[in-house]
């Protein structure tokens, strides 16, 4: 693998076509590096390209926020066997974790064993995928040529390095949907990003400064949103002038305040309940279909400009949090041959399986490598990336897809096909309730949801 700036320097990889090559995992969080287990317990030799300084770094950009879903859910099997043979010290499997938890206590240990470590290329940003010497409208002997992956190293030079596959594992944490109600971002809201946040804010610790005594919008109406309207509704209790706003796209709110005492999973009903409460009480303004159309920057205020079904309203804010969900990264795959849905941009295959139209996390059924393949031979994308704009995806699912691909590249075709996911019991997500935006299985939430087992309130929420 090249690291050097100088044309030649990828030289003598290039010209040894004929030694077998490693598979290319892009991204080192727990699925990439879960592919990799599962690929080292098949004999096959993968590669981990993390665009971040460590493992989980989009882990860690939510890691004060508790999972949903305990610690046995959160571990692949593959992965286990490699740090069980180690001196790795197993978390309680009915605890927990945090996103900084996820990582310093399983993915950080699972990177520093020596067979995952020798093959994991930090600080690597993947910049393109093409099949080696072959655009795209060239089709001849196509799936015999090795795929060519570029990348950028922390000293800014490009390389390149040659691979047998690709898993694409890179997630979308890393695009977020934005707060326009076009799907595109609004007028100005690009010039307004140092008074924006998309995800989750550690509103309690490191953001605390941010919010405190100011008067916020949060936008979007799932778990994420909820979650940080609640964070914030605490903020207020201790910080006199913090006020809440929250721009819900729907007018009906129904679904989003769930089922309450009636819910099947207690903590998702609290959630819900917990959001209706505060907005009843009038410690969250509510504005209904509120559609924002504009941001404009001034002396004191963001200016939000949008519709409602009264007309057109202008709020002024100290900052804003968009919790509206996440897209795929598309544009490092312009030379591959996709068959994508035009409406979710997963395989086109998944997209009737994990549709949130018709189907939540729960009705999801065990899928893999066929449903997961692309038309360019090798090459998956698995993970939250497989899902597209679809919010209903969950770690374990991505875990099963994983194994499965490892199967199907070790030519166990009766092995990909296998089901192997385990999932929680109590954990099926009810096909009558919304999933909109950053909904229920989609992003971590700071109480128990709707793909995991009911639970105490952990403390401090």
Not at 416 to 431: A, H, K, Q, W
């Amino acid at each position: 693998m090249s690291s050097c700036c100088s044309p030649t320097c990828c030289s003598t990889e290039q010209s040894d076509q004929a030694r077998k090559l490693p598979v290319a995992i892009i991204g080192a969080g727990p699925v990439g590096l879960a592919a990799a287990a599962n690929l080292l317990s098949r004999g096959i030799d993968p590669v981990l390209l993390e665009a971040g300084p460590g493992v989980g770094t989009f882990a860690r950009s939510w890691g004060h926020v508790r999972m949903f879903s305990p610690w046995r859910y959160n571990i692949d099997k593959a992965a286990l066997s490699l740090l069980k043979a180690g001196a790795w010290r197993a978390p309680d499997p009915e605890a927990y974790p945090t996103g900084d938890d996820l990582v310093s206590s399983y993915l950080e240990p699972l990177a520093a064993l020596p067979a995952i470590a020798s093959r994991l290329r930090l600080n690597m940003k993947v910049t393109a995928i093409a099949r080696a010497g072959f655009g795209k409208l060239r089709t001849a002997a196509r799936d015999t040529a090795p795929f060519d992956v570029r990348y950028i190293g922390a000293d800014g030079c490009e390389g390149s390095l040659l691979a047998g596959a690709v898993i694409d594992t890179s997630g979308t944490w890393a695009t977020p949907g934005w707060a326009g109600s076009s799907g595109i971002p609004a007028l100005g809201e690009r010039a307004a990003h140092e008074r924006m946040f998309y995800g989750m804010p550690d509103v309690q610790g490191t953001e605390r400064a941010r919010y405190a005594g100011k008067k916020t919008m949060v936008v979007g109406s799932g778990d994420s949103a909820k979650g940080t309207l609640i964070e914030l509704a605490r903020l207020a209790e201790r910080v006199p002038g913090t006020v809440i706003l929250w721009a819900a796209r729907n007018a009906d709110l129904t679904r989003a305040f769930g089922g309450g005492a009636n819910d099947g999973l207690v903590e998702r009903g609290a959630l819900g309940t917990g959001v209706r409460t505060l907005v009843e009480a009038g410690k969250i303004a509510l504005l209904k279909s509120f559609a924002i159309d504009r941001i404009t920057s001034g002396n004191a205020f963001l200016n939000v400009t949008g519709t409602d079904g009264h007309g057109t309203r202008t709020v002024g804010v100290d900052e804003i949090v968009v919790c509206t969900g996440f897209r795929p990264d598309l544009h490092i795959l312009r030379e591959i041959r996709l068959d994508l849905d035009p409406a979710l941009e997963c395989s086109r295959a998944l997209a009737p399986l994990i549709d949130p139209n018709v189907h939540s996390c729960g009705t999801v059924r065990p899928h893999g490598a066929a449903e997961l393949a692309q038309p360019e031979t090798g090459f998956f994308i698995a993970g939250m990336k497989s899902y597209g704009r679809a919010p209903t995806f969950l770690l374990a699912t991505g875990y099963e897809q994983v194994r499965s691909i490892a199967a199907y590249l070790a030519g166990d075709i009766e092995g990909s096909r296998r089901v192997e996911l385990d999932l929680p019991e109590t954990g099926v997500c009810s096909s009558n309730l919304a999933i909109t935006e950053a909904a229920c299985c989609a992003t971590p939430s700071p109480t128990a949801s709707c793909c995991a087992p009911t639970r105490e309130r952990v403390a401090g929420e």
